[in-house]
């Protein structure tokens, strides 16, 4: 089967390519390289004009007067000089509604190219989108990435590329990509409960995770225990990190000779991966009912994460409370008792570090996830 993976999140369909590879398919995957964290990919669409020296500034002041993003257009632009190179695919797997990141107008312009040109197109329910955003918007989940906003609309500008989603143009992309697509696949629990009851959603298949990219490393707790945070700073308040902050300052004045605390922001993903090889403890993300990329690779290594891990998540993979990784609460005082428990009881962090990495080779195993894909390709 020839297939076409179209947008990347934090190496979701790097993972997913790499098994449907191994099982004698033909992949194709065009990105931008998600950003800073700059993935690999096949054919790049990466906007690298509008970041040099010279434009840098005059793209600045096009967005400022006419609320242009140059980025934008250059990758809207570079994807469609490629068209003649990305149809006949028997599938096209989008990562979002919006997968090419463009302005609106030619974002749909490409995507009507790619729906004209090609056989069957799935879409992956994978970051902030239509559905979930206004399902977060209705307060229908206990909490969620937008409670900040709700609490300080003045973080507005943050919750910019959340807010996105609810405008004229997403609604029209949105309607444009539902009315092509075969299905809609959910990756985690985020994005299972918005679609549960949706006409085209087609169930939740696991992220998948290559374990042999991600070496097993039981944790050596002879000195310090190490923690870990890792900063976005374009999701710092979606993610809840001011709650990890808040802990933390509790644990270093609590237990100062027996932690070291390692922070760090905005990196390449290789250097990001490797920067946490020593920690026992990773702090990903608070507001989340699942785990996302950074926290399953993290589990894979055998690491205590403290991530999504919700009653749904515990339900669906028959699992106890804190066996696999620790469920992230927005309350410092929580996440600070949760890392103390840690620190009074090592051995749990090797008894958690293994059943996570047990967990990620029964459920999210790359080629095991892949032949689910291609059992719903072929539906």
Do not use: W
Request: proline share 4%; with cysteine; aromatic share 12%.
């Amino acid at each position: 089967m020839k297939i076409l993976l179209l947008g990347e999140y934090s190496r979701l369909h790097n993972s997913l390519k790499e098994g449907l590879i191994s099982l004698a398919h033909e992949v194709t995957l065009v990105s931008d390289g998600d950003g800073f964290k700059n993935f690999p990919n096949d054919i790049s669409i990466r906007a690298s004009l509008t970041n040099t020296f010279p434009l840098r500034y005059l793209k600045l002041a096009i967005y400022k007067i006419f609320k242009i993003d140059l980025n934008e257009l250059e990758r809207g632009l570079r994807c469609l000089f490629i068209l003649k190179k990305i149809k006949k695919f028997d599938v096209v797997q989008f990562i979002n509604e919006k997968p090419i990141k463009t302005i609106p107008s030619l974002e749909r312009y490409l995507l009507k190219k790619i729906f004209s040109q090609n056989s069957k197109v799935f879409l992956l329910s994978c970051g902030v989108d239509t559905i979930s955003v206004k399902y977060m918007m209705d307060k229908k989940l206990r909490y969620s990435l937008m409670d900040t906003y709700f609490l300080e609309p003045t973080l507005k500008k943050e919750f910019s590329y959340v807010l996105e989603y609810t405008e004229n143009h997403m609604r029209k992309t949105h309607e444009l990509v539902f009315s092509n697509i075969k299905g809609v696949i959910a990756s985690d629990f985020d994005y299972v409960l918005p679609l549960k009851n949706h006409k085209k959603y087609l169930g939740l298949i696991p992220n998948p995770v290559n374990p042999n990219e991600f070496l097993f490393q039981q944790p050596s707790i002879d000195q310090k225990i190490i923690i870990f945070l890792g900063i976005n700073r374009g999701t710092y308040h979606p993610k809840g990190i001011p709650f990890f902050e808040k802990a933390l300052k509790i644990i270093q004045d609590k237990y100062l000779d027996k932690v070291e605390v390692i922070i760090v922001e905005n990196i390449p993903y290789k250097e990001y991966i490797s920067l946490y090889n020593d920690a026992h403890i990773i702090l990903d993300q608070v507001y989340s009912y699942d785990q996302g990329y950074n926290a399953l690779e993290a589990m894979a290594k055998g690491k205590v994460v403290f991530t999504g891990a919700e009653k749904e998540f515990l339900i669906h993979y028959t699992l106890k409370v804190d066996e696999v990784c620790i469920n992230a609460l927005p309350n410092a005082e929580y996440l600070a008792k949760k890392i103390g428990e840690l620190i009074e009881h090592p051995h749990r962090i090797n008894e958690i570090g293994k059943g996570a990495r047990a967990f990620i080779e029964r459920e999210h195993d790359f080629q095991k996830v892949a032949k689910k894909y291609l059992e719903t390709y072929n539906l």
